[in-house]
């Protein structure tokens, strides 16, 4: 089978950790998980040497532009600086690949590189928040959504800044293997196969004081009984504080308050189900705490953009032909 093949640009100066993101999640050979490998290059833009920023290691690659016009994914790291010109030859080869079909997605400032190009124009997008009103005053035609992590429309993708660009890989891996798959290299990884919130929680403003101990063992708790009723209360009596507390709690770890973070759960372990069983929807709402279909109708449309029945049929054509783009409108918020 022929690698599915992944273009990582990259420009003098661009910070390392983005590149090796990539590498990681993407070249790493995992042939007990991957019913399709891939295969990463990294592409040089323009003729002289390229060197990452901070350690000033010399990137060596004899693959460039012709890669990156060819790739069935393009994968644009965080540029040197926000606000560095990007290369026409790079616009070009983006937009040459783009109109081939292949998935395009950027990490951190990268999106600058996407929105150069065209890509971004009408879309919802996001990049590091410090960076969100520089894209917006940019690229007006571009919807900057500064609160989420990532954000996927059809095969346009881009992440907030440096570990955000881990979420967004990650679910580009889901997509094209299933949530298992997926969540497995995260735990090889030591990440969270997901994180819920959005980048808000990290924007440098006051934030209320929080007790020292985690969130962790009441959000297993509450992994673990997502087909029983869970309230408010409940979560509070289970963590041993007030209601009042924990929703404080909750907004300042999580970024969002601990029902809304509850029902991502329950939509997160529909998504989970309606890719890996045969169960039928009104069954699968219940598992997941929604009770019935219409429940789980409305909200897994106001989290995904799809109904249940349409992502399952999308994922399952998708896994059984290797896919490698993200059904058209699927988003990520950080509101439930």
């Known amino acids: ?182 969540a497995e290299v995260a735990r090889r990884l030591v990440v969270p196969p997901h994180r819920q919130g959005g980048q808000a929680q990290y924007v440098s403003t006051p934030m209320p004081d929080v007790p020292d101990s985690s969130l962790a063992p009441l959000l297993d708790w509450a992994r673990t009984h997502l087909d029983r009723p869970v309230t408010l209360r409940l979560l509070a009596r289970e963590a041993g504080t007030t209601t009042r507390t924990l929703t404080r709690r909750f907004t300042a770890e999580l970024g969002l308050p601990p029902l809304q973070w509850l029902t991502a759960e329950r939509v997160r372990r529909a998504r989970q189900l309606l890719e890996d069983t045969p169960l039928p929807v009104e069954q699968i709402a219940q598992t997941c705490g929604l009770g019935t279909a219409a429940n789980l109708r409305i909200h897994f449309t106001r989290q995904t953009g799809t109904t249940p029945t349409a992502y399952r049929s999308a994922f399952t054509h998708s896994a059984a032909a290797a896919g490698t783009t993200i059904p058209a409108g699927r988003q990520v918020r950080a509101e439930a």
């Open 1 to 182: 089978m022929r690698p599915h093949r992944v273009a990582v640009p990259v420009l003098d100066g661009m910070p390392l950790f983005e590149v090796a993101v990539a590498g990681e999640i993407f070249g790493m050979p995992r042939p007990d998980l991957l019913s399709r490998p891939y295969l990463v290059q990294v592409c040089r833009v323009g003729e002289g040497p390229v060197r990452s920023e901070g350690a000033r290691m010399l990137i060596g690659t004899d693959a460039g532009l012709d890669e990156i016009r060819a790739a069935d994914t393009v994968l644009m790291p965080a540029l040197p600086s926000f606000d560095t010109p990007v290369p026409d030859a790079l616009v070009a080869a983006l937009q040459t690949a783009a109109g081939r079909g292949a998935r395009v997605a950027a990490l951190c400032t990268g999106a600058f590189a996407l929105a150069a190009a065209g890509l971004l124009d009408g879309r919802r997008a996001t990049t590091h928040w410090m960076y969100c009103d520089a894209l917006a005053a940019r690229f007006p035609a571009v919807h900057v959504d500064p609160r989420v992590l990532y954000v996927v429309e059809g095969a346009v993708a881009t992440s907030a800044g440096t570990a955000a660009g881990i979420d967004l890989c990650l679910e580009l891996l889901r997509a094209d293997h299933g949530i298992a798959v997926a």
